[in-house]
């Protein structure tokens, strides 16, 4: 083989040297890539065939065989193999939860068996059913899963996991986004097998208890202790104390619930890292040191894994009784790779447990790759796995330890807060500005109080006396519940803000984790995405007009916010509308912005909408089509009744928006009518959460 040119020999040499530096931080990056796959697949028109996945598959195996004989190239071979993995594991993931969905609107009897229950957004109390039997419909298409609602007054029936039981209820599909680029609930829920979302206003009956298993064992304990921590401590501190002991919060008020939210201190509410954290991280501590406490056993024995051993089936059985939703499971794979690392003799907290972590969690629950509680949890652990380890060696941290305890309470708080505030803005369209001395007042106290009264009460409800535990964790809890009080009455506590568009959030992750990952100078080119973020964040146009995908609300930008066209019903669609924009008001006043005109038409930049519904309204179609530019008609119109109408309007019927879903309108001179129009399905989009309604 000839050699080469002395200056080709020094370049290869010195590229080969760059890359093997790299190589210990590529895997770092392996979260990234299997993510772009997922993100990949989920941004597919159409659900790919088999022929497409099994070429992806073969270019995942053929890259990964070439990284075993390119070893210069190895990092980049194996994470574009981890980019086209991605996009098969949602493909997988897809297939094997994939279970019918409700085609049409149900009323009539529903029984199934109780496996979940919890509250509504509007916090009423509702129930999840599985082994679901629906009257009159073929098995095979009976979802198998249904959520109910339940209004009105339930009786005596007690809403036990595993139990039977049988309502009157009102059942429909899941539905789809509000708005063009908005939350899928439908997405959602197909991941989570849910076919069918409704209410009752009847009592629910029970029909039999089974034999209880397992996980129904485990249930009814998780409702047993929930139901001890509210008699032992009243009020909303036991129904706090209940959530962090359980993860039901169905105890909780509706004010404490609003003020933990404004007050940025709702994520104390839900088992998530925090927690699972907290938790394992006292009984490994506490085993630990109780251990050491005898030299000879301490000489003799390796106490640290035995400890994280101890801590890590503590964190498991954490796991099984708050019912293992998925920010627990999260939770605890994060804290089973920490001290899966101590049983290893690695180091516990790096990038790379967190990288492993990810993979995990990835390669389980693709579709929680777009969820709030993973971009937030991964975003706070990231950064403050970054900061710690590039201030470890710092002289910025005091000799003194409680001083030092307190300067790293206040920068884990700080940093936690900077990584996590621009997705909750993004996801909840508002931002504490208070937040960070929330944290810094209530953090300290569920760490150092509500956590170890919960393992007290834990390991002393054997012996009867779960009440000193309980008591603790009522002291802490009221205080965490006085601090989100005081800060969430305060003068501009929170301050709404607009949804990104669509791409930020993936630019902001890229931006930050470059600038984290990347080792050398070159990191600081992650700060171009970064601005690019937040500079689409600020420049974001929100929709001039906005048509529900049923054609009964229609909302229309003025200067004082979006005008709805009515002032109730369609609730959840108007509250996401004026929460995206940014809007505090509710749709009663936004109904107050604009009226229609004498013609009952709404207009807007110089166009009159009109919404048509009911048979009345239907008969004098032609002569509405005739005077209004844009007519949406919230049913199924024939071929004749359109027959000759198009020409006159721009005519939109319920068939129409099944196909394209909720339109989003924003004025454009060029385009036809003056309105670039944009539908939230897009044309030919074809995937299995769609169900029937877009083509």
């Known amino acids: 083989m000839p050699r080469l040119p002395r200056p080709l020999q020094d370049l290869r040499v010195t590229l080969g040297a760059a890359l093997a530096l790299q190589r210990p931080h590529a895997f770092d990056w392996a979260p990234v890539a299997l993510a772009a796959g997922i993100g990949g697949y989920f941004a597919l028109l159409r659900e790919p065939g088999l022929t497409a996945l099994a070429v992806a598959a073969a270019l995942a195996l053929l890259l990964a065989a070439l990284a075993e004989r390119r070893p210069l190239a190895a990092p980049v071979l194996c994470l574009l193999a981890l980019v086209f993995l991605g996009g098969l594991v949602g493909a997988i993931r897809a297939a094997s939860v994939a279970e019918p969905v409700l085609g049409f609107r149900y009323y009539g009897p529903v029984t199934g068996r109780i496996i979940e229950v919890d509250r509504s957004h509007s916090e009423v109390p509702r129930i999840t059913l599985d082994q679901v039997w629906l009257s009159r419909m073929d098995p095979a298409r009976v979802p198998a899963r249904v959520r109910v609602s339940l209004h009105g007054d339930q009786g005596f029936t007690e809403l036990v996991p595993g139990r039977v039981v049988m309502l009157t209820g009102h059942l429909a599909p899941p539905s789809g986004p509000v708005e063009p680029a908005g939350f899928d609930f439908r997405r959602m829920a197909f991941f989570e097998r849910l076919g069918a979302v409704g209410y009752t206003r009847t009592s629910v009956l029970r029909l039999s208890d089974p034999p209880p298993t397992l996980w129904l064992k485990l249930q009814r304990l998780r409702l047993r202790i929930a139901q001890a921590a509210t008699a032992r401590v009243a009020g909303d501190p036991g129904a706090f104390a209940a959530a962090v002991l359980t993860g039901e919060r169905s105890y909780i008020s509706v004010g404490a619930l609003e003020a933990l939210r404004r007050s940025n201190l709702a994520h104390l509410l839900a088992i998530s890292g925090l927690h699972m954290g907290m938790l394992t991280g006292v009984v490994f501590a506490t085993c630990w040191s109780a251990m050491s406490l005898s030299p000879a056993f301490a000489m003799r024995w390796p106490t640290r894994k035995l400890a994280a051993a101890v801590a890590l089936s503590a964190g498991g059985f954490y796991l099984m009784l708050s019912g293992g939703s998925v920010a627990t499971q999260r939770a605890f794979v994060m804290v089973a790779v920490m001290f899966g690392a101590v049983l ?201 007009v906005l048509i529900a995908d049923d054609g009964r609300l229609l909302g229309l930008l003025t200067s004082e916010g979006r005008a709805l066209s009515k002032p109730r019903g369609a609730g959840f669609v108007a509250e996401s509308w004026l929460e995206n924009d940014g809007d505090a008001d509710t749709q009663a006043e936004a109904a107050d912005r604009l009226a229609p005109d004498g013609q009952g038409f709404w207009q807007a930049e110089k166009t009159r909408f009109a919404l048509v519904s009911g048979k009345r309204a239907l008969a004098a179609l032609p002569t509405t089509c005739a005077a209004a530019d844009w007519v949406v008609v919230a049913d199924v119109l024939e071929p004749e009744q359109r027959a000759g109408l198009e020409a006159q309007c721009h005519l939109i019927d319920l068939a129409d928006l099944r196909q394209t879903g909720a339109l989003a309108l924003y004025p454009e001179a060029e385009a036809p009518g003056g309105w670039r129009v944009r539908p939230t399905y897009r044309p030919g989009a074809r995937r299995p959460w769609q169900g029937g309604q877009s083509r």
């Not at 965490?480 to 902001?508: C, D, K, Y």
């Not at 992650?526 to 973020?533: D, F, K, M």
């Open 344 to 544: 290893l003799d690695r180091r516990a907290i790096t990038l790379r447990a967190v990288a492993v972590a990810a993979l995990i969690l990835l390669l389980l629950r693709p579709d929680t790759l777009a969820a709030p509680g993973f971009q937030m949890s991964f975003a706070a652990t990231v950064a403050l796995v970054a900061v710690f380890s590039a201030l470890r060696d710092a002289p910025v941290w005091p000799a003194h330890g409680l001083a030092r305890g307190a300067v790293a309470l206040f920068v884990s708080s700080f940093v936690a807060g900077l990584a996590t505030a621009p997705f909750a803005a993004a996801h909840f369209n508002q931002i504490a500005h208070y937040g960070l001395v929330a944290n810094l007042l209530a953090v300290p106290v569920m760490g150092l109080v509500v956590m170890p009264g919960a393992v007290l009460a834990a390991v002393l409800a054997p012996l009867g006396g779960a009440g000193l535990g309980l008591w603790l964790m009522g002291l802490g809890a009221r205080w965490i519940l006085f601090v989100a009080q005081r800060v969430s009455g305060l003068e501009g506590a929170v301050r709404l803000v607009p949804s990104p568009p669509e791409g930020t959030l993936p630019l902001l992750a890229v931006g930050a984790l470059f600038v984290i990952l990347w080792q050398g100078r070159a990191r600081w080119l992650g700060l171009v995405p970064l601005c690019a973020a937040f500079g689409l964040w600020v420049t974001v146009e929100r929709p001039a």
